[in-house]
């Protein structure tokens, strides 16, 4: 079982920045390739942005541009930071592999862009 732990959401202005970050036990990172999903109030949750241990990254089209997936060093923390947050991206944000691990769901972290 891997664990996974979800922090840095907050109450944000539409236009600002937040930086979430997700640590895991294991070195689940560098076997697989992980995701950034979130789930908006009464909508399925989906994939974000998606990133190997080899560098690659792909993102949704609605964040492209704006949201950046990393990782420093060999630290079992990897990061998504989101600038020019809207308000359509209100949402619990969580991580997992990619494809997830469906028994392995942290808590999240909410993230409310609003004025």
């Known amino acids: 079982q891997v664990q996974f732990v979800e922090s840095g959401g907050g109450l944000v202005q539409p236009g600002g920045s937040l930086r979430l970050s997700c640590a895991a036990s294991?070195?689940?990172?560098?076997?697989?390739?992980m995701g950034w999903y979130r789930q908006p109030p009464g909508k399925q949750r989906a994939l974000v942005a998606a990133?190997?241990?080899?560098?690659?990254?792909n993102y949704a089209d609605s964040v492209r541009g704006r949201f950046t997936v990393s990782r420093v060093g060999a630290k079992n923390t990897v990061y998504l930071q989101m600038n020019g947050l809207k308000p359509e991206d209100t949402a619990i944000y969580y991580c997992?592999?990619?494809?997830?691990?469906?028994?392995?769901w942290g808590r999240g972290t909410q993230v409310t862009v609003s004025s």
């Open positions: 990133f190997t241990s080899g560098g690659s990254t």
């Open positions: 997992n592999t990619d494809p997830a691990r469906e028994n392995d």
């Open positions: 294991g070195t689940i990172f560098s076997f697989y390739r």
